[in-house]
C-alpha cells in the first residue's frame, strides 16, 4: 500500500479517536497542559507575582484612587482597554499584595483560550484534530514573544487572536458558545484598536457564509470599532489621553525589509536575533522567501488560514504605521533591535508558523512540503532557546503592598515596578 494513503490513515484514526474522548474530557486536559506551558514559560508570574508596565500605574492606580466604574470609560493611548481595567476594578476587593497574581491569572487564562478553541471542533476548516493540536502548541511556545506572556497589559494580542477564532469558526450550536463568542469579541474589540482589523474579517466571513450568527458577530465587531474610532477621535481634542508624543517612523525599504527578515521571519524560527541587522540584500533575500511561502498559502490554503494571514497583515501595518517609540531615535530604527516591540510581532510570526506547519501537510506538492520542513525544522532550536522567559527583577512588591496596607489612611504611596528602567511605579492615596 502506498506509504502516503497509510499515513493518511493513521492520521484519521488519531482524529477519529480523539473525537471519540468526551469534549470536556479534552477540553479539561487540553488546559493543563497549555497552563503547564505557559506557567513554565515563566513561573515567576505565579511565584513572585509583580505588576509590569501599565498594570500599576495605570490600571490598578486608576482604579484604586478613582473608585467606581469611571476608569472603565478612560481611554489610554487613545483608545480603551476594557479587560485591564475590569481586572483591576475586580483587584479592589482583594487585598494590594493580591492584586499582581489575579492579573496574571486572567492573563493565563486569556492565553489559553485560543487554545481551547482550537482543538474544538467548530475550527476543523483549519485542518484535522493533531494539526490543530500543533498550532494550539505554536501559539504557546512561539519564541521571540517574551513580552506578552503572562501579563494583562499585552494579554490584548492574545483577546484579538481569539476574537479572529470566534469570528472563523463554525457557529455557535449552543447557548454556552454562542455566549462565549460574543463575549470574546466584545472584550477584544473593546481592548485596543484590533476591532479595525477585526471588522474587514467579520465582514469576509460573511459575505462567504451568511446566516444571522456571522451577522450578529459582524455588527458587534464594527460596533466595536465605532467606539474605538469615536474614543480616539476624543483624545486627539484631550492630548494628556493619547499618553506618548509620536516620534518620526523614519521609515526606509531597507528598514522594512530587516524588520520583517529579523524580527518575524528569522524570529518565528530562532527567536530574538540580528542576523540581517547589517546587511540589507541578506534582509531582501530572506524577506522575499518568507513572503514567497506566506502567498502560497494566500493562494492555496483553507479559507481560514488565508483570512489570519491578511488579519496578521493588517495587525503589522497598523503596527508599524504607529508603533511606540523606543528612545529618542525614529521609530523604525528601534524596532530593528531583536528586544523591542516584541508584542508587534506576536500575530506575524503566528501566521508564518501557521502557514509552515500547514505547507508540510500532505495536500501540498512535495517540493513545497520538503522546503516547508525544512524551514519548520529550524524552530524547535527557537523553542528550545527562548523556552523560558527571564524572571523580572525583584522590586519587593510583597514588602511595598504589606506597608501600604499597614499605613494611616491618606498616606501617599509610591511603588516602583518592572521594568525597573525608572518610568514606571503607581502612586496610591490610601484610603
Keep these: ?57 495605570f490600571w490598578y492606580a486608576d482604579a484604586y484612587n478613582t473608585g467606581g466604574v469611571g476608569p472603565l470609560l478612560q481611554p489610554y493611548y487613545g483608545y480603551l482597554h476594557l479587560v485591564p481595567r475590569l481586572t483591576a476594578l475586580v483587584a479592589q476587593a482583594l487585598p494590594l499584595r493580591r492584586g499582581p497574581l489575579l492579573f496574571n491569572l486572567v492573563a493565563i487564562v ?10 474544538s471542533s467548530r475550527l476543523s476548516g483549519l485542518g484535522g484534530v493533531s494539526t490543530r493540536m500543533l498550532f494550539g502548541f505554536l501559539c504557546l511556545s512561539l519564541p521571540h514573544t517574551s513580552e506578552t506572556h503572562s ?42 484598536p484590533f476591532a479595525f482589523m477585526l471588522a474587514p474579517v467579520a465582514a469576509l466571513v460573511w459575505w462567504k457564509r451568511r446566516g444571522r450568527k456571522p451577522l450578529e458577530l459582524l455588527l458587534i465587531t464594527i460596533g466595536g470599532a ?12 484631550h492630548a494628556h489621553y493619547l499618553a506618548r508624543t509620536p516620534q518620526p517612523l523614519g ?28 546587511s540589507v540584500p541578506w534582509a531582501v533575500l530572506v524577506a522575499t522567501a518568507g513572503m514567497a511561502l506566506i502567498v502560497y498559502a494566500l493562494f492555496k490554503g483553507p ?22 517609540s523606543v528612545g529618542k531615535v525614529p521609530a523604525w530604527q528601534g524596532l530593528e533591535f531583536p528586544q523591542n516591540g516584541l508584542r508587534y510581532w506576536f500575530l506575524p510570526m ?34 528550545v532557546r527562548e523556552w523560558r522567559d527571564r524572571a523580572f527583577a525583584d522590586l519587593h512588591f510583597q514588602e511595598y503592598a504589606k506597608r501600604f496596607e499597614a499605613s494611616p489612611p491618606g498616606t501617599v504611596f509610591t511603588i516602583p515596578y518592572n521594568p525597573p528602567d525608572g518610568r514606571w511605579s503607581m502612586r496610591l492615596v490610601k484610603h
Design 1 to 57: 500500500m502506498d506509504r502516503a494513503l497509510i499515513n493518511r490513515i493513521d492520521a484519521l484514526r488519531i482524529d477519529r479517536n480523539v473525537q471519540r474522548v468526551p469534549s470536556w474530557c479534552v477540553q479539561l486536559a487540553v488546559f493543563g497542559l497549555a497552563l503547564a506551558i505557559v506557567v513554565s514559560r515563566r513561573p515567576d508570574a505565579v511565584s513572585n507575582p509583580q505588576f509590569w508596565a501599565e498594570d500599576g500605574k
Design 110 to 119: 486569556i492565553e489559553i483560550l485560543p487554545v481551547q478553541l482550537l482543538v
Design 151 to 192: 501579563n494583562i497589559t499585552n494579554a490584548q494580542w492574545y483577546l484579538a487572536l481569539l476574537a479572529f477564532l470566534v469570528l472563523v469558526s463554525a457557529p455557535a450550536r449552543t447557548w454556552g458558545w454562542r455566549s462565549f463568542d460574543i463575549l470574546a469579541v466584545v472584550s477584544s474589540s473593546l481592548s485596543g
Design 226 to 237: 465605532l467606539i474605538q474610532g469615536a474614543t480616539m477621535l476624543y483624545s486627539l481634542t
Design 251 to 278: 521609515a526606509t525599504p531597507g528598514l522594512f525589509a530587516k524588520i520583517l527578515a529579523d524580527q518575524v521571519f528569522l524570529g518565528a524560527l530562532v527567536g530574538g536575533n540580528g542576523l540581517c541587522h547589517t
Design 303 to 324: 479559507l481560514e488560514l488565508k483570512l489570519f494571514v491578511g488579519f496578521a497583515v493588517l495587525v503589522l501595518s497598523a503596527s508599524l504605521l504607529s508603533p511606540t
Design 350 to 383: 503566528l501566521a508564518f508558523a501557521w502557514t509552515l506547519a500547514w505547507l508540510v501537510g500532505r495536500g501540498n506538492p512535495k517540493g513545497v512540503r520538503s522546503v516547508a520542513a525544512i524551514v519548520l525544522c529550524l524552530m524547535p532550536f527557537g523553542i
